[in-house]
Every structure is written in structure tokens, then in C-alpha cells.
């Protein structure tokens, strides 16, 4: 391994908590920059639900403003990230997520997520081409204060 795929996969292991980081904040502009301006979002609910696509930054800003908007409690712990494919300004790879939210706070909902994302390397920075988000397993219980 190249230092610069070192480099390289620190920053892209970096881009995905950021984008963590600013769902917590409820920055969904800021997470809309992590995406290149064609990105594609994908979401699944469960592994062999239907597959929802989101095309182009705008369209990607305004669904997280509806999912993390109303919210009044966002919490996210990223877990293991793996790159599967590495081509210099290309890469490949699969992270884990516990994704916390609460709309009421009588009610939190944890989501067990894996994200399946396509990279790609523009005038020196890592964005995400094509995310797909796997809701796998979805957990509420009573808030506590």
C-alpha cells in the first residue's frame, strides 16, 4: 500500500464521520456538499426491501432535511469501514452506522444501518458518488430523561 492510498483512505474514512457529525447537527447542506452535484442516495428498508433513489445534490439536501428536520434528537456512532475497491481517484467500500432519532422524545428509534458507498476524488478532495443506505434493523423503545 502507497502512502497515498493511506492518505487517501484516512480521508475517506474521515468523509464518513463528518457526514455523521453533521447529521447530528441536523446540517443537511453541509451533508449535501459530501455528495458530488449528480450523487446518488439510495435507501433500503431491510435487506430485501424495495430500493429508493435520490438523484442530485439538491434532491439529496431536501430528503435529509425531511428525515433529520423534524427531529429533536440525532445521534450517530459509526462503526467498522472497509474499502472493497481502491483506483486512485475511485474507491469502494462498506461502513456501519447506529443511526439514534427521536421526533418526540417519548419515543427513540434506533436504526442498525450499513452504508454501501461509491467514491470519487475531484481536484484533490474524496466525495460520495452513490450511497446506498441499508436500514437492516429498526429498534424503538421509551426515551429516558
Keep these: 500500500m502507497t502512502m497515498q492510498e493511506m492518505q487517501d483512505r484516512m480521508e475517506i474514512r474521515e468523509l464518513t ?3 455523521a457529525n453533521l ?4 446540517d443537511v447542506e453541509g451533508q449535501g456538499r459530501l455528495f458530488l452535484e449528480d450523487g446518488v442516495l439510495e435507501f433500503q428498508m431491510g435487506t430485501e426491501g424495495q430500493v429508493n433513489e435520490i438523484r ?5 439536501v431536501e430528503a435529509f432535511r425531511n428525515t433529520v428536520g423534524p427531529a429533536k434528537l440525532v445521534y450517530h456512532i459509526n ?3 472497509t474499502l472493497t475497491a481502491y483506483a486512485g481517484d475511485e474507491a469502494e467500500g462498506t461502513a456501519y452506522c447506529e443511526a439514534t432519532l427521536s421526533n418526540d422524545m417519548v419515543t427513540v428509534t434506533t436504526n442498525y444501518v450499513r452504508y454501501t458507498d461509491h467514491y470519487a476524488k475531484v481536484n484533490g478532495k474524496w466525495y460520495l458518488k452513490k450511497r ?3 436500514f437492516i434493523y ?3 423503545r421509551p426515551a429516558q430523561t
Design 79 to 81: 462503526g467498522q469501514q
Design 56 to 60: 442530485g445534490r439538491q434532491a439529496i
Design 138 to 140: 429498526a429498534e424503538s
Design 23 to 26: 447529521a447530528d447537527v441536523k
Design 17 to 19: 464521520d463528518i457526514f
Design 132 to 134: 446506498r443506505t441499508v
